[in-house]
């Protein structure tokens, strides 16, 4: 597995929504409902976690959206250790950003002597 993606607020999102049910399919609009992110922001963020090997996606079969008389749906899951390396990913971040603030008051704030 490569290197995480940045964990960006839109990202966290995006992992945490997966993460709600980790081993379940989702489809891009249904991950865009649950939080508010636009499609623009979404799939990128999507690509990236399957480029870092958290996330695995694939076409739902022609025949079942044909019937349905919808667009063609790509669906995206977590990998087998994705799940894992995603709520490890989460946890350091929330750790990180505990400290943030008390590191914050070390440093000298511009204007300040």
């Known amino acids: ?3 995480g993606p940045r964990l960006t607020a839109q990202t966290v999102a995006v992992v945490r929504a997966l993460l709600t049910e980790p081993t ?3 489809w891009g609009r249904d991950i865009a409902a649950e939080t508010g992110l636009k499609s623009g922001s979404l799939h990128p963020i999507l690509a990236r976690l ?3 090997g958290w996330v695995e996606s694939y ?3 022609p025949v079942e ?6 667009p063609r749906r790509r ?3 977590f ?6 390396t995603a709520r490890l990913a989460l946890a350091d971040a929330s750790r990180s950003a505990a400290r943030a603030p008390a590191l914050n008051r070390l440093r000298p704030q511009p204007g300040c002597q």
């Not at 959206?65 to 919808?70: F, L, N, P, V």
């Not at 990998?79 to 894992?84: C, E, L, R, S």
């Open 79 to 84: 990998t087998p250790d994705g799940a894992v």
């Open 50 to 52: 399957e480029q870092a």
């Open 1 to 3: 597995m490569t290197m």
């Open 75 to 77: 669906y995206y899951r």
């Open 65 to 70: 959206h044909e019937d349905a008389g919808r």
């Open 24 to 26: 379940r399919a989702r």
């Open 59 to 61: 076409w739902e079969d």
